[in-house]
C-alpha cells in the first residue's frame, strides 16, 4: 500500500518552488550513482588540525553538550576578532561578533533580519545558489548585476557602472562574495572601492561572504568592512567549513558593529536558536594557534589546483586560472561542448568525474554557457585518479 498522500498542485509556496534540489545535491547524487570522482561540491577530502579535533572530542566526552550561549562561546567570539584585528588591522570585540550555523545561516538572517518584503538585493552574477533563496525567503526581489569578465585572464570583477545602473529607489543591500566562488577570482581595488562608494551613496548596506578569505594563492583579502565609511554598513561573514577544513561543523559566524548585529541576531535566534556548541572552543583553539596550518593548508591547496590545472590544459580544455577557494573554470567550447549543463550531467558516466556548470549560478546564463566549475580541494589521489579518467575519456 501507498501512504504518500497525493496533492493536486505543489503545496509550496510559489516563491520558494523553484528551489528545489541544489545543483551541488544533483550533482553529487550523479557522482555517487557512477561512483565518479567528486570534483563538483566543493568540500575537503581531510578534516582540519588534530588539535582542533581532539579538542572538540574532549568537549563533548567531558559533557560540553547543552545549548551555547546566544551569540556564541566567548571564546570563539573573541578568537575571531583577535584573529581579523591581527590580520586586517581591525578593531573588533567579541561584542561585534554572533556565531552562526555555518556562513549559510549567517546569510540567511542577515537577508531576513535587513531587507522588508519587496524590497530589492543586489547579487553579483555568477552568484552562489544560497542568496537567491535567502533573498525569496525574505520575499524581497533579486536583482542580479554581471560581473566584468576578462576572458583573456579570466579575471571576474565588479563592474562599476552596471552596479551603479542597477541601484533603484527599493534597493536596500548588496550581496558580495570575495574570493568568489565559482570563479576563483579575488576583486581589485578599484572594483572594491567603488562597490564602497556606491553602497555608501545609496545608502544600502553590505553583506559581504568571506568565506574563501584564507583560501588565496595570487593576491590578499582585502575584507571590504576594512575600507572607509563601510564598517557601519557591512555584515562581513566567514566559517571554519573552508578555513579549517570542516565543512560538516556548520560552524560560522557573522560580524557587523552591534546595532547592525542585533537585526541579524533577531533573526538568527528563531532561524536555528543557536549553533553547536563543541565545536566552538574547539575552533577557537584553533584560530589561536593553528595559523601555520592554515598557511600549509593553503599551500597544499595551491598545489593541487596547479596539477588540476595543468592535467586539464594538457587534455586540451580552456583552463582560467584561480587566485584563490577551491574552484577553477574550465570553457568546455575548447572540446567542442556547446552546453555546459548537459557536459556536466554526462560527465559522471562518460568520464567517471563530477563537476558543477556555471550556468546554474546564473539568472541570465547566456555568457556561462559553457563554463564549467571544477574544485581541487580534493586528495592528491583523487586528484590523480580524476586526471587518468580524464584523461581516458578526452585525451
Ligand atoms: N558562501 C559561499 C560562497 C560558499 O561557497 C559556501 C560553501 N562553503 C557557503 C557560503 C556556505 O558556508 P557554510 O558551509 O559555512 O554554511
Ligand atoms: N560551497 C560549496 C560549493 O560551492 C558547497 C555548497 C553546498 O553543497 N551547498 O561547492
Same mark, same amino acid.
Given at each position: 500500500m501507498?501512504? @504518500?498522500?497525493?496533492f ?19 550533482? @553529487?547524487a ?16 581531510h578534516?582540519?588540525? +588534530? ?5 572538540a ?6 559533557g ?9 562561546v566567548?571564546?570563539l ?12 588591522g581591525?578593531?573588533?570585540t ?10 549559510t545561516?549567517?546569510i540567511a ?7 522588508e ?17 535567502s533573498?525569496a ?7 542580479a548585476?554581471p560581473?566584468?569578465?576578462?576572458s583573456e585572464?579570466?579575471? #571576474?570583477?565588479i ?7 542597477a ?9 558580495v ?14 572594483g ?10 545609496n545608502d544600502? #548596506?553590505v553583506i559581504a ?10 593576491g590578499?583579502? @582585502? ?5 572607509p565609511?563601510?564598517? +557601519?554598513r ?12 570542516v ?5 560560522? #559566524? ?10 541579524v541576531?533577531r ?7 543557536v ?7 574547539a575552533?577557537?583553539?584553533a ?5 601555520? #596550518? ?7 591547496l595551491?598545489?593541487r589546483?596547479?596539477?588540476l590545472?595543468?592535467v ?12 584563490? @577557494? ?6 568546455v ?5 556547446k552546453?555546459?549543463i ?10 567517471g568525474?563530477?563537476a ?15 563554463l ?8 592528491e589521489?583523487?586528484?590523480?585518479e ?9 585525451a
Amino acid at each position: 500500500m501507498n501512504d @504518500t498522500p497525493t496533492f493536486s498542485h505543489d503545496p509550496g509556496i510559489a516563491r520558494m518552488v523553484p528551489f528545489n534540489e541544489s545543483i551541488f545535491d544533483t550533482m @553529487t547524487a550523479a557522482a555517487a550513482r557512477y561512483d565518479a570522482i567528486n570534483l563538483g561540491q566543493g568540500y575537503p577530502d581531510h578534516s582540519g588540525p +588534530e588539535s582542533m579535533l581532539r579538542i572538540a572530542c574532549e568537549h563533548i566526552t567531558a559533557g560540553d553538550n547543552q545549548y551555547a550561549p546566544p551569540r556564541g562561546v566567548a571564546e570563539l567570539r573573541e578568537a575571531i576578532a583577535k584573529e581579523r584585528n591581527e590580520r586586517y588591522g581591525m578593531a573588533l570585540t567579541a561584542d561585534n561578533v554572533l556565531v552562526t550555523v555555518g556562513a549559510t545561516e549567517a546569510i540567511a538572517a542577515s537577508v531576513m533580519g535587513l531587507v522588508e518584503p519587496g524590497q530589492e538585493v543586489i547579487v553579483f552574477e555568477p552568484y552562489y545558489d544560497a542568496y537567491a533563496a535567502s533573498i525569496a525567503l525574505a520575499d524581497a526581489t533579486r536583482v542580479a548585476v554581471p560581473l566584468s569578465f576578462d576572458s583573456e585572464t579570466g579575471h #571576474w570583477d565588479i563592474d562599476a557602472e552596471a552596479l551603479a545602473a542597477a541601484v533603484t529607489d527599493k534597493t536596500v543591500a548588496i550581496i558580495v562574495n570575495n574570493p568568489h566562488n565559482p570563479s576563483g577570482s579575488v576583486f581589485s581595488a578599484s572594483g572594491l572601492s567603488a562597490l564602497a562608494e556606491i553602497s555608501i551613496a545609496n545608502d544600502l #548596506w553590505v553583506i559581504a561572504d568571506e568565506v574563501y578569505e584564507h583560501l588565496i594563492f595570487d593576491g590578499h583579502h @582585502t575584507p571590504i568592512a576594512t575600507l572607509p565609511g563601510m564598517r +557601519e554598513r557591512t555584515i562581513s561573514i566567514s566559517s571554519a567549513a573552508k578555513t579549517l577544513c570542516v565543512t560538516g561543523w556548520k560552524t560560522g #559566524w557573522a560580524i557587523a558593529e552591534p546595532p547592525l548585529l542585533n537585526a541579524v541576531a533577531r533573526a538568527k535566534q528563531y532561524l536555528s536558536f543557536v549553533g553547536t556548541t563543541p565545536t566552538q572552543p574547539a575552533i577557537a583553539y584553533a584560530l589561536n594557534n593553528e595559523q601555520d #596550518w592554515i598557511a600549509d593548508m593553503v599551500r597544499g591547496l595551491e598545489e593541487r589546483k596547479d596539477h588540476l590545472r595543468a592535467v586539464l590544459s594538457e587534455i586540451g580544455f580552456k583552463v582560467y586560472d584561480s587566485q584563490g @577557494t577551491y574552484f577553477l573554470l574550465v570553457d568546455v567550447a575548447s572540446k567542442g561542448f556547446k552546453d555546459g549543463i548537459e557536459f556536466c550531467m554526462r560527465l559522471p558516466e562518460i568520464a567517471g568525474v563530477a563537476a558543477i556548470p556555471v550556468a546554474a549560478f546564473c539568472d541570465d546564463p547566456s555568457r556561462c554557457a559553457t563554463l564549467v566549475r571544477f574544485a581541487f580541494s580534493k586528495s592528491e589521489e583523487s586528484l590523480d585518479e580524476a586526471a587518468r579518467r580524464l584523461r581516458q575519456a578526452f585525451a
